[in-house]
């Protein structure tokens, strides 16, 4: 699979007379694991839900591989998303979980048969495909939330907070997993926290936001040890 770039350009998002984005410009690498760290409000998720098209910025452009894909909708982008919560459908098995976004691709049997086992096997749920939902425990339904995004073979995977519904061992644990799977991947992406501990720990590079602007980008190490301001060094610096 290709390994894209993604960037954002001066962009800027407002809610009414409220700016949520000011100005973003953040350049990441091909197959690069990218955090975006933050507090609640600072914009991560209204940036992620941008990347993925169900946000439009007024200015500014977001260019995947080079093209500024603004204007092509979400389910053209090539571009998967997991959400904090992971909303499953309850009703369905873990295999109709992960078939789902394939079913509606309109992929052959024989494809979805082969794709589903691979994902299902990537993030070790092979044996648990006929369970439902909710007998699975949540570090399972996350890997399921996972595997229904991998499906797709997404150019650039996009993770919104996933593993703050877990407890912190469990939480511990799957970074090392999601980061384990993102190297045998190779795809570039973005994971969203307020967790410094988890950013620092598993990033790459990672781009400090608050109250809607990029505070620093680079790697943990530079951000740790020589932080632009005060908010990047408090913030960056307090582990919990
Ligand atoms: P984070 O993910 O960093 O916690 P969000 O991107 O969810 O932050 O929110 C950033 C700001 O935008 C917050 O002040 C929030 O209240 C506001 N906001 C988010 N979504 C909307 C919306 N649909 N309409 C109005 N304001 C919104
Ligand atoms: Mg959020």
């Known amino acids: 699979m290709k390994k894209v770039s993604v960037e954002c350009r ?21 197959g690069e694991f990218f955090a975006l760290l933050g507090p609640s409000g600072s914009g991560k998720s209204t940036l992620l839900r941008l990347i993925a098209g169900f946000n ?27 959400f904090q919560s992971y ?5 369905m098995t873990v295999w109709d979980n992960v078939a789902f976004g394939l079913v509606e691709r309109r992929a052959s049997r024989d494809e979805i048969r082969q794709k589903v086992t ?10 648990l495909a006929k369970r439902r939902p909710n007998e699975l425990s949540g570090g399972q339904q996350q890997r399921v939330a996972l595997a229904r995004t991998i499906v797709i073979e ?5 993770l919104d907070e996933p593993l703050s519904n877990l407890d912190k061992n ?12 993102q190297r045998r991947l190779g795809i570039t992406t973005i994971f969203v926290t307020h ?7 598993t990033a790459d590079r990672m781009a400090v936001m608050d109250q809607g602007v990029v505070q620093q980008v680079g790697s943990p190490s530079t951000l740790y040890d020589f932080p632009v301001n005060r908010f990047v060094a408090d913030f960056v610096g307090t582990m919990n």
Do not use: C, F
């Not at 093209?67 to 998967?80: A, L, T, Y």
């Open 154 to 158: 997404p150019q650039v995977l996009l």
């Open 56 to 82: 439009e910025h007024q200015s500014g452009q977001l260019l995947v591989d080079g093209q500024d894909i603004s204007r092509v909708p979400p389910h053209k982008r090539n571009i998967g998303m997991v």
């Open 118 to 127: 691979q994902a299902l096997e990537t993030v070790g749920l092979a044996h």
């Open 10 to 30: 001066n962009i800027r998002l407002s809610y009414g007379k409220t700016e949520v984005l000011k100005d973003i410009n953040i350049s990441i690498e091909p």
């Open 170 to 181: 469990l939480r511990v644990q799957m970074r090392q997993e999601l980061l384990s799977l």
């Open 87 to 91: 909303a499953l459908w309850p009703h």
């Open 195 to 201: 967790d410094q501990e988890e950013a620092m720990t």
